[in-house]
């Protein structure tokens, strides 16, 4: 007797518990499912979007065309200002060399120093004319570079260069290399379309 008691008791509660849910029908409950749904997306693209802007800097910046040829994008063009003076291959056989950039640049910030390299998070790539990709040498990490604010500075990257480049490869299709001002302020310098000047003193 006492089994059959809690045994009614218990489909009491499930046809109670059912009840909304039948009342407010398949319709209503889809319609919940699907708000939850975008919820929980809205709170991943976001999280996407806070991560892509700690890897790659508040501010992507837009293509400025550079006397050199070609044009420059700055990822954080509110911190520094940069120009391409040029992109400099240096011979290391008959057939390969490295390839280096030069740039001028003027701080905005009130800042000492600056750093270029690459990582994981900002990977150094160069793709030339007839779509080769080279890599930074095996060594190559972030590096800082001494900086005055407010005033124009010649900037050889000189630790951070493109290894085993062909001296065939005349323009760069498209380069790119981290720039840092601290950790939030952080991207990727992109190139297109640059001339590679070889076995020339910058």
Same mark, same amino acid.
């Given at each position: ?36 749904? =975008? ?12 991560? *892509? ?5 508040? +501010? ?17 063009? *509110? ?12 011979? /290391? ?45 095996? +060594? ?8 005055? =604010? ?9 630790? /951070?260069?493109? %290894? ?15 720039? +840092? %001002? +601290? ?20």
């Amino acid at each position: 007797m006492r089994t059959r008691n809690i045994v009614m008791a218990c489909i009491a509660m499930l046809a109670l518990g059912a009840a909304p849910a039948h009342a407010q029908g398949l319709g209503g409950l889809l319609k919940k499912g699907k708000k939850a749904l =975008e919820k929980v997306n809205g709170v991943l693209d976001g999280n996407k979007g806070n991560n *892509q802007e700690m890897a790659f800097g508040k +501010s992507r910046g837009a293509d400025v065309q550079q006397s050199c040829g070609g044009t420059l994008r700055n990822p954080i063009p *509110q911190i520094i200002d940069v120009q391409l003076i040029g992109a400099y291959g240096k011979s /290391t056989s008959q057939n390969y060399g490295t390839v280096s950039l030069v740039f001028k640049v003027k701080m905005i910030a009130n800042k000492t120093n600056i750093r270029f390299g690459v990582n994981s998070t900002c990977p150094g790539l160069m793709i030339d004319q007839d779509g080769n990709t080279y890599k930074t040498q095996e +060594s190559a990490g972030w590096y800082d570079y001494p900086v005055t =604010e407010g005033v124009y500075m010649k900037m050889p990257v000189t630790k /951070t260069w493109f %290894a085993d480049v062909k001296k065939t490869a005349t323009t760069i299709q498209q380069l790119q290399i981290g720039i +840092s %001002a +601290s950790y939030d302020d952080t991207g990727l310098i992109i190139l297109k379309n640059v001339p590679i000047q070889w076995d020339v003193e910058p």
